[in-house]
């Protein structure tokens, strides 16, 4: 059994800087795979970035590129958000799944997801 869950949210002003948490419990082979993805009020979950398990590749969304950077420590992956913009208010969730075939960009490839932590940037 995978537990994920997130932590860091909150509120703040355009240009300010965020990190995120998620704590994966459960065996490492199931958390090879650490993905950050976000849903805006009225829109679709897109993915933000996401990092393999010894860090050794990541990848991100274009409208994150540059200002998004993530990273993790074992089980534990973070992200963290510089110059936030007002587009980047969502709901972040995280999500881990094993190391395997399929794109790990897709949120449909994650096995297990956290509750979700809500990010507000206020212009």
């Known amino acids: 059994q995978v537990q994920v869950v997130e932590s860091g949210g909150g509120l703040v002003q355009a240009g300010d800087s965020l990190r995120l948490s998620c704590a994966a419990s459960?065996?490492?082979?199931?958390?090879?795979?650490m993905g950050w993805f976000r849903q805006a009020p009225g829109k679709g979950r897109e993915f933000v970035a996401y990092?393999?398990?010894?860090?050794?590749n990541t990848k991100y969304a274009d409208s994150v590129k540059g200002r998004f950077t993530i990273s993790r420590d074992k089980n534990t992956a973070y992200l963290q958000m510089n110059s936030l913009k007002p587009e980047d208010t969502a709901v972040y969730y995280c999500?881990?799944?094993?190391?395997?075939?399929?794109?790990?960009?897709?949120?449909?490839?994650?096995?297990?997801w956290g509750q979700g932590t809500q990010v507000t940037v206020s212009s």
């Open positions: 990092i393999t398990s010894s860090g050794e």
């Open positions: 459960g065996h490492s082979s199931l958390t090879s795979i």
């Open positions: 999500a881990a799944r094993p190391r395997g075939s399929g794109e790990y960009s897709l949120g449909r490839q994650y096995s297990y």
